[in-house]
């Protein structure tokens, strides 16, 4: 069953569980819906998982960047009287949560990055999206999965309709060209926030060079690698993703 998106304040979230804040942060192009093995499984072992809705496409063009996205995050912690939060980002999701980690180091008990971007990323690959082309898009969205068929029709003509809304292409650009920018390798190894990552080896968009490289600069990090396993290991392998991250925060008693 799908969760239902509350309404509190400014905020639009999917709310499932109690016990341990877990926070989850969507990427550039991918929805709520991207994270449904997550909110199925880790609801039932003690954690309270969020995933807020990011105004990707409401900021203001200037104030369109990664580290508004990093404040707007800790206003909703705030909003929702939260804290020890767990983060868990995918792609400019897992980019987020490092820089928010950064900015409120005391709010954040463990960071949990999948294809994050914050140290390089092709997510244009080798042009930008090309509006009215759906094959094109197609093949795109295919191509950020190791399995083509994880791209289904549904994720499909979402990316198609964003690339054909001038003022939401306008803005992904402005977000992708933000995330390059903002290249957080000088502080990564200042940053000691317990560090799960977990990563694709087929991932095109981040490839797994980005995670060993993740892996050396943050002190207290771990890297799990999944098989055959794109950009997105929570949508592609959704159990082995849970199993690896279970395991982890088990481990690690949070």
Same mark, same amino acid.
């Given at each position: ?148 068929? /994880? ?7 979402? /990316? ?44 095109? /968009? ?49």
């Amino acid at each position: 069953m799908k969760p239902e998106i509350k309404k509190e304040g400014k905020f639009r979230f999917i709310e499932v569980g109690e016990g341990t804040p877990m926070i989850i942060l969507h990427g550039l192009m991918g929805g709520l819906s991207n994270f449904h093995g997550v909110t199925d499984y880790f609801p039932k072992k003690g954690y309270r998982v969020l995933v807020p809705e990011l105004p990707i496409y409401d900021m203001p063009m200037l104030k369109t960047n990664v580290k508004n996205f990093a404040k707007f995050l800790e206003k909703f912690i705030e909003f929702k009287e939260l804290k020890d939060v767990i983060l868990l980002g995918n792609s400019l999701g897992g980019h987020i949560g490092l820089l928010h980690t950064k900015l409120y180091p005391q709010m954040v008990k463990a960071l949990v990055i999948t294809g994050s971007s914050g140290l390089y990323e092709s997510a244009m690959g080798d042009g930008y999206p090309k509006r009215g082309d759906y094959e094109f898009i197609k093949k795109k969205a295919q191509d950020v999965f190791y399995d083509p068929k /994880v791209a289904t029709k549904e994720i499909v003509d979402e /990316v198609f309709e964003t690339v054909n809304d001038r003022m939401k292409l306008v803005k992904t650009l402005a977000i992708a060209k933000s995330a390059i920018r903002h290249n957080m390798s000088k502080d990564l190894p200042k940053m000691k926030t317990p560090t799960c990552i977990i990563w694709g080896e087929n991932d095109s /968009v981040t490839p797994p060079n980005v995670a060993r490289e993740f892996h050396e600069l943050l002190p207290d990090s771990e890297l799990f690698w999944i098989e055959k396993c794109g950009h997105a290991p929570m949508m592609e392998h959704p159990e082995e993703f849970n199993q690896i991250l279970d395991a982890w925060l088990q481990k690690r008693k949070f």
